[in-house]
């Protein structure tokens, strides 16, 4: 089992930034495949960025440049940096981890665990 609170969020003009922190608590070993997604309202939940225990990351086109996902796995945590907010990055954001068939990807069937969710709104 593993749980997950998201932290972090709130309101920014375009062209601020936020780090959104996820804290982990494994019951057993610790996640291999690691992620951030969001959801914004009428739309379907999208990865952002994802990193692996060895330390790879992948991140979406859309903000790419801009976040930076990293974990301290001495203090059992996710993070999310986001630089340069646009209005459209505005979403609830989600902490996940998992990782079935051994695969890390941005799609939201692959990963077993969710936390509740951050909320970031960017104004213009």
């Known amino acids: 089992q593993v749980q997950l609170a998201e932290s972090g969020g709130g309101s920014v003009q375009s062209g601020g930034s936020l780090r959104l922190s996820c804290a982990v608590s494994?019951?057993?070993?610790?996640?291999?495949?690691m992620a951030w997604f969001r959801q914004a309202p009428g739309k379907e939940r999208e990865g952002v960025a994802y990193?692996?225990?060895?330390?790879?990351?992948i991140y979406a086109d859309s903000v790419k440049g801009r976040f930076t996902i990293s974990q301290d796995n001495a203090e059992n945590r996710l993070y999310l940096q986001m630089n340069s907010l646009k209005t459209e990055d505005a979403a609830m954001y989600y902490c996940?981890?998992?990782?079935?068939?051994?695969?890390?990807?941005?799609?939201?069937?692959?990963?077993?665990?969710w936390g509740q969710g951050t909320q970031v709104t960017v104004s213009s």
């Open positions: 494994a019951s057993t070993s610790r996640p291999w495949c």
């Open positions: 990193i692996t225990d060895r330390g790879t990351s």
């Open positions: 996940a981890a998992g990782g079935v068939g051994g695969r890390c990807a941005l799609v939201r069937g692959l990963f077993s665990y």
